[in-house]
């Protein structure tokens, strides 16, 4: 399967809207619109498409934040599989994919994320990759964890 990244753009704006995660976890993520207004309030984050075979099964949003902790922090967030693609695997392969790219553009360093507990799916793939809960909770009230 070919898994790419691409900015939002005009041209996939109107499809990155209109993504939409499964009911039951309505509650745990902003919808992409809210996503990308909010990434023009903090430009620090940078709103991707994820694509499966040219095909837009997803997005996310990463970026720096110089004001946070002793040196900032690198943030993945806000990362959604769109219902009709989930239970494919595609979640995981596109947190690592990110992970490679935060990486590469940012250096190797902590990544931050945040997450509701009870979002249990969510809780094991990001622990599978190596994050682990600290005792912190974000704005929101979502939990912290931290790849190191």
Known sequence: MNL????????????IIGLKVAQSQ????????????????WQQFKPVGLYANNELVGFAMYGFFKGEGPQ??????????DEQFQ???LG?????KLVGIVIEEYGKQPIFLSVYPENE???RL???LGFKFIE??????EHIMVRP
């Open 126 to 128: 990001y622990e599978k």
């Open 26 to 41: 309505k509650d745990y993520i902003e919808t992409p619109y809210e996503c990308l207004e909010d990434s023009v309030e």
């Open 72 to 81: 900032g922090r690198l943030w993945i967030d806000r990362l959604l599989i």
């Open 136 to 141: 912190e909770r974000d704005v929101n009230g």
């Open 4 to 15: 790419e990244i691409h900015d939002v753009t005009a041209t996939n704006y109107r499809d």
């Open 121 to 123: 799916g969510a809780v």
């Open 87 to 89: 239970g494919r695997g």
């Open 92 to 96: 995981t392969e596109f947190m690592k």
